[in-house]
């Protein structure tokens, strides 16, 4: 029973870091999303709170948490209240498989620097986690009892369950390279440069179009397109309750770009040999490299999230369902044919 | 006590719990909902008996799939507390309990004579259960089984896709 003590101690550490990273990382990539779409649109953006308005997604919080909690007289309390917690206890959940760099050696025992970077399911945790991230929304939109947040609700779970096919499909490519479902031999096989993005170029587009569509992001943010849906499915939803549903959007932006990073972009690998910076493998200086190294990749691909959200219009609905169906699955499986054929021969 | 075991009682409870309150909640929703919760507690007793494999499929497919199609139908349909359950016991109901309690019987009476074994679980270095060695018994030993699995679903692919086609055709 130490044992596990001591287990269950280091996992709690590890949970309470980590989320604390993601929280600051989603405050973050609010600040990041207004000053871009500010500087995109010729503005300013937020200027006032701080220095170069840096506290301002705190003061947003604040607010948030003081603003009162309206749940509509006709709603179904129990799941309006429930559908937040859902929405963004499982954007957070999927940081229990990341890896955020190797590991640190201390008297000789290896401490992974992520909860269970090593477990050989890790990626399939993260897609079933993201398939099982449409009941916030759904339930969002349904318990509201409101045309809007209804609509807004089926469109996200048509719009998901249409894409988590591409999404898995295309994945399957860098499984067969890599031939192992953890996150950690997924990093360490692309090491020096060889980044899975340039075996599975196609599998990589595929991937990207479909994490757009998974965290309803323009172009794809057809949940909550305002000039037909006033909100979408949080339209019933204020204060905090509110709050929860934003930050899960930019926790699942920030997943998305992290889980690009892990497969395609070569993880927490620097893009030099580790011997050029004089480090040993398993120091905490290393590690610490190797962790800066993965932000700077994951906060690219968030830069490029925003960066497209504020320069592409909204597709028409049945242009997002035929662009899934029609285009993105059968290159999904095309993909899957080509990289089985590539295997097969190279290896 | 072991860490598994202290997992499985947990678990157990809670699949227990909320599989009654699913076959009891008269709302739709909230039965579909304790299904869900408790395919997750499922795939928990799936990890402590070290099978990740079918416990992440457990959530894929059961959670991920399947329900959020059914939850999506439901309030498509706007289905609400349903109001028409009978309360009077007529002759088919009366039937029904009792055929139900006897099943009930034989199961516990089953149990009790099967004196089951106090098993201990599975080390956390057996890999029996990755995916390599499923992959690898589903196309050696289970071929066959597996083709014919595939080509079912092929064919139910093909009815839905007619089915649904129907009036465009």
Do not use: C
């Not at chain 1, 229990?96 to 477990?119: R, T």
């Not at chain 1, 897609?127 to 939109?141: D, E, F, P, Q, R």
């Amino acid at each position: 029973m130490e044992n596990l003590g001591w287990i269950l101690l280091e996992a709690s550490i590890k949970a309470f870091v980590i989320l604390n990273i993601v929280l600051l990382g989603a405050a973050a990539s609010v600040y990041l999303e207004r000053k871009v779409s500010a500087a995109i649109q010729d503005r300013i953006g937020p200027n006032r709170v701080g220095p170069f308005g840096i506290l301002q997604p705190f003061a947003d919080v604040f607010k948030l948490f003081f603003k009162e909690d309206i749940v509509p007289q006709a709603a179904d309390k129990l799941f309006h209240a429930l559908a937040p917690v859902i929405s963004l206890g499982v954007a957070i959940a999927v940081y229990a498989v990341i890896p955020f760099a190797h590991y640190v050696e201390i008297n000789g025992v290896k401490y992974y620097l992520g909860i269970a970077p090593d477990v050989n399911i890790g990626f399939l945790f993260i897609l079933a986690m993201t398939s099982v991230g449409v009941y916030g929304i759904t339930l969002a939109g349904w318990s509201s009892n409101n045309k809007y947040s209804l609509m807004g609700g089926l469109r996200s779970s048509a719009q998901m369950i249409s894409y988590e096919l591409s999404m898995g499909l295309s994945l399957i490519g860098v499984v067969l390279i890599s031939s192992s479902f953890s996150l950690n031999d997924i990093v360490l096989q692309q090491s020096g440069w060889k980044w899975n993005v340039f075996l599975q170029p196609l599998g990589f587009l595929i991937f990207l179009v479909s994490a757009f569509a998974e965290t309803n992001r323009a172009p794809f943010d057809l949940p909550e397109a305002e000039p037909e849906l006033v909100g979408g499915y949080n339209t019933e939803y204020s204060g905090m309750k509110f709050g929860m549903f934003f930050l899960a959007e930019y926790a699942n932006m920030a997943t998305s770009s992290a889980f690009i990073t892990l497969l395609y972009f070569g993880g927490w690998q620097l893009p030099f040999p580790a011997e050029w910076l004089g480090l040993q493998e398993g120091s905490i200086g290393l590690a610490l490299a190797q962790f800066t190294t993965f932000m700077i990749k994951v906060g690219i691909f968030v830069l490029f999230f925003i960066w497209v959200r504020w320069s592409i219009p909204r597709f028409r609905y049945d242009q997002l369902m035929n662009l899934g169906w029609k285009v993105l699955l059968p290159l999904s499986i095309l993909n899957v044919i080509l990289t089985s054929i590539g295997v097969l021969i190279f290896k | 006590m072991n860490i598994s075991y202290f997992f499985f009682i947990i678990l157990s409870v809670l699949a227990v719990a909320s599989a009654i309150v699913t076959i009891s909640t008269k709302h739709p929703i909230r039965s579909a909902i304790a299904l869900v919760v408790h395919f997750f507690m499922l795939a928990g007793l799936y990890l402590t008996l070290n099978a990740q494999f079918v416990a992440v499929m457990q959530i894929l497919v059961y959670a991920g799939a399947i329900m959020v199609l059914v939850v999506f139908v439901i309030m498509l349909l706007n289905l609400s507390k349903d109001q028409s359950f009978e309360k009077k016991i007529t002759f088919n109901n009366f039937g029904g309990i009792v055929l139900a309690g006897t099943f009930g019987l034989a199961v516990i009476y089953a149990f009790i004579n099967l004196h089951p074994e106090p098993t201990s679980f599975p080390s956390h270095n057996l890999n029996f259960t990755t995916v390599q060695v499923i992959g690898r018994s589903l196309f050696t030993n289970y071929i066959v089984q597996f083709e014919a699995i595939g080509l079912l679903l092929t064919a139910a692919i093909i009815g839905a896709v007619l089915l649904a086609k129907r009036k465009l055709m």
